[in-house]
Structure formats: C-alpha cells, structure tokens
C-alpha cells in the first residue's frame, strides 16, 4: 500500500507565498511523475502543475511564473512553492504520484487533500 500525505496549507493575504509538501511512504519501488491538482468549490479538479522522474515540470497557464513544483526523489516528495497568490487560487490541493510498488504493480494514488485559502 502507498500513502500520500500533504501538508502546508492554511490561511494567506492576496500576495503571499505558501509551500506545500507531499511525502509518500509504503511500499515504494520506484516513483515515476508526481504533481499538484486543485479543486474549487463547484468546480472540477484541475491540474496545476507536474513533474517526471528525471525533472521536467509542466504548468497550468493560470499558474506559470508564480508557482514552482519541485521534488526530493530520496525523501518521495513533491512541494509546491506558491507566490503571489491571488483568491482565485483558493482551492483543496491534492498530490498525485504513478508509484511501482515493490510487487511490480504500477498505480495511481492520490493524497486527502491540503486546504490553501487566499484573502482578498
């Protein structure tokens, strides 16, 4: 079994900068991508941004310039780093990870998700 666990969000003025973290743990054999989706209140879950195993990110236009996706492949974790943030990026943020676990089977999985709120 392979969790992801969030942490880092919370309460922050239009402008400011949140950094959130992704660890995953359990029966790991290999990490592939990993990245950042958001979901707003009565919208669908969007993707924010992506990153592969060797290090090529991928952003959402809304996004590019201010957010900055990284990862520690010896500690299984993904962050976020998030800059001037605006309330439109309010949102649950979930960590997404394509994990071989170590009896070979390769699976989708999915974080419980980590509240960011901006204020106007």
């Known amino acids: 079994q392979v969790q992801l666990v969030e942490s880092g969000g919370g309460l922050v003025q239009s402008g400011g900068s949140l950094r959130l973290s992704c660890a995953a743990s359990g029966s790991i054999s290999r990490i592939y991508g990993m990245g950042w989706y958001r979901q707003a209140p009565g919208k669908q879950r969007e993707l924010v941004a992506t990153?592969?195993?060797?290090?090529?990110?991928n952003y959402a236009d809304s996004v590019k310039g201010r957010f900055t996706i990284s990862r520690d492949n010896a500690k299984n974790t993904v962050y976020l780093q998030m800059n001037s943030l605006k309330p439109e990026d309010t949102a649950v943020y979930y960590c997404?990870?394509?994990?071989?676990?170590?009896?070979?089977?390769?699976?989708?999985?999915w974080g419980q998700g980590t509240q960011v709120t901006v204020s106007s």
């Open positions: 997404n990870a394509q994990v071989r676990t170590q009896i070979g089977i390769i699976g989708n999985y």
């Open positions: 990153i592969t195993d060797s290090g090529s990110t």
